[in-house]
């Protein structure tokens, strides 16, 4: 316990504070290499570990550019939204870059370029950092945004809805300075949300939600694509160059859906937990959902891990550009989400 | 800078326990509450009650003798030593939380909570306590079916541990059973209405225990 508040004390000690606009934490993390390989860390046996846990927030996601840092990014513990940052691979150690003036959950990132980190939350919450700096971006919404994906500078999505699926959910589109509400979406049922946006270009993007719903813009219009389902379809992701993307959800049970060589398949282990993320690199495929589950893509499907070392709730999933893999949760159940978690391999 | 956790800490973990000093906290509170009926649980949560769940089932007694709980170490001991009556007993427990204090025993004709989850989806969250019955893992199967309402639920999932609760007993917390109408659309007008929820364990020597309750919902999603 005394080693988990000093944890605790040196994350807040390692925030800087700037009057209106943030800029901190920015920086390599430094110094703790030691640390991060210690007893046996991210590859060290193949499996999932706890690299990092009992933080007061829960996380929602992790993410980065093969060009810049990796970000976790989760829900505000009362001192603003927990966002972390550490370079890419096992070494170094996450380091918590305050954003207390941007209150509210966080609950994805995305970036254009090295320079450039969207994150996007609860109230219709979109704040930029651009050289360093994070300002607030407004937004014609006060919808939760789920999700968001930049294709580009100027083609930036965020997508989002009403937790209670009551209200419309919402689709954005920035150009990179003004957000607007994305035109010409097809008709979708009343209380629709929209989980995540992802593609593999501005002429190339699906908006997933709520009722097995799939969009595809290919940059003129919008399509809908039949995945046979109703289930909530939360997190898209794929890997041009393996020509395969990968849809997580569920309602109730867990769900899979694979979009290989143009075809949707459903690809669902049974009985297991709902999903949460996925995410695809090279021939490395993970999912991961409530209770700890943790879903590896194999030759012979996607399998369940029976080794999971947690019992959170999973929500995001990343391997960076080193190989090594991130899963980052929480106690998704609690209000705030608490608990975060972050796990490696 | 933040150091990497200690091993210790995954133990923790592991052992499905809160993986925060706040759960180490309480942990401390069930252990001094060993003898007494617990940190507030609820008095359904008794053996007698236990053991009653466990004939209506129709579960042999014979048949659970011996039989390792849950893959926990304390409680495989203390069957081992003991040798406690077999018992198997549904409930349900505060959304989120996963330590004794919080769950109670769903009775028949028992209430059942409709509540909006975090996920956005309408869900009745059920557990059970249970005590040298099973070999892990498990797989776990819930329903719920509300009656003379087109609202149902089904949930089923492999591979699942039980924990050590420290009351001798362990749990499993967290049963998130999601209702919906056949179109995936929120169940709404529940409230009031009667269920029966099932709950079916199948361990991995194939032995399966199955616990029908009738029970009355309250909650859900309000409006036409």
Not at chain 1, 202 to 208: A, F, G, N, Q, T
Not at chain 1, 212 to 241: C, N, Y
Not at chain 2, 169 to 189: A, E, M, Q, R, T
Request: proline share 5%; net charge negative.
């Amino acid at each position: 316990m005394a080693e988990r508040r000093r944890a605790r004390g040196l994350l807040l000690a390692a925030c800087v504070l700037h009057a209106g606009l943030v800029a901190c934490g920015t920086s390599e993390p430094s110094g703790a290499t030691a640390d991060a390989s210690a007893d046996g860390g991210a590859g060290a046996g193949g499996g999932w570990q706890v690299a990092l846990e009992g933080l007061d927030a829960g996380l929602f996601a992790v993410w980065g550019r093969d060009d810049g840092p990796l970000w976790a990014v989760g829900a505000d513990d009362g001192k603003g939204p927990l966002l972390l940052t550490k370079g890419h691979g096992a070494a170094g150690t996450w380091d918590r870059v305050d954003m207390a003036g941007f209150p509210g959950d966080l609950w994805w990132a995305c970036g254009p370029d090295a320079d450039t980190l969207y994150l996007v939350g609860a109230g219709g919450r979109v704040v930029r950092r651009k050289a360093g700096v994070f300002t607030a971006m407004p937004t014609p919404t006060q919808r939760v945004l789920y999700g968001c994906w930049a294709a580009d500078a100027s083609h930036i999505w965020a997508v989002g809805g009403d937790p209670k699926g009551v209200e419309d959910g919402v689709v954005l589109l920035s150009d990179g300075a003004t957000w607007t509400v994305a035109a010409g979406l097809p008709a979708v049922p009343k209380g629709t949300s929209f989980f995540k946006a992802w593609g593999t270009g501005p002429s190339d993007v699906r908006v997933i939600g709520t009722g097995g719903l799939v969009l595809h813009w290919d940059g003129q219009s919008w399509t809908r694509e039949d995945l046979g389902t109703t289930q909530r379809l939360i997190t898209l992701h794929g890997d041009p160059a393996a020509d395969l993307q990968v849809i997580v959800g569920g309602t109730g049970n867990g769900a899979v859906f694979e979009r290989i060589a143009g075809v949707w398949k459903e690809r669902s282990p049974e009985a297991i937990q709902a999903l949460n993320g996925v995410y695809v690199r090279g021939d490395k495929a993970y999912a991961v959902g409530f209770r700890g589950t943790l879903l590896d893509r194999e030759a012979t499907g996607w399998e369940l891990r029976d080794e999971t070392p947690t019992q959170l709730d999973l929500h995001g999933v990343f391997v960076d550009k080193t190989g090594v893999a991130w899963a980052v949760g929480g106690n998704l159940f609690s209000h705030p989400a608490s608990d975060g978690i972050i796990l490696t391999r | 800078m933040i150091a990497r956790t200690a091993t210790g800490s995954r133990r923790l973990s592991r052992a499905g326990t809160t993986t925060t000093w706040r759960g180490l906290v309480a942990l401390g509170c069930v252990a001094l509450s060993l003898g007494l009926a617990s940190c507030g649980a609820e008095g359904e949560g008794d053996a007698s009650d236990t053991s009653s769940a466990v004939d209506d089932a129709g579960v042999s007694d014979g048949d659970q003798a011996g039989a390792d709980s849950g893959g926990s170490a304390d409680s495989a001991s203390a069957a081992d030593t003991a040798g406690p009556e077999p018992a198997f007993e549904l409930g349900t427990n505060v959304t989120g939380k996963n330590t004794p204090p919080f769950y109670s025993a769903l009775a028949e004709g028992g209430t059942v909570n409709v509540e909006l989850g975090p996920q956005g989806l309408w869900m009745v969250v059920l557990a059970f306590k249970t005590r040298a019955m099973f070999t892990p893992p498990l797989f776990l199967s819930g329903d719920i079916v509300v009656t003379d309402h087109d609202t149902a639920g089904s949930l089923k999932l492999k591979k699942q541990k039980v924990f050590p609760g420290g009351d001798g007993f362990d749990y499993y917390y967290n049963f998130w059973l999601v209702v919906k109408k056949p179109d995936g659309s929120f169940p709404v007008g529940v409230a009031g209405k009667k269920a029966v929820v099932t709950f079916e364990v199948t361990d991995a020597d194939n032995k399966v225990h199955k616990v029908v309750r009738n029970v009355s919902l309250t909650g859900g999603p309000k409006g036409g």
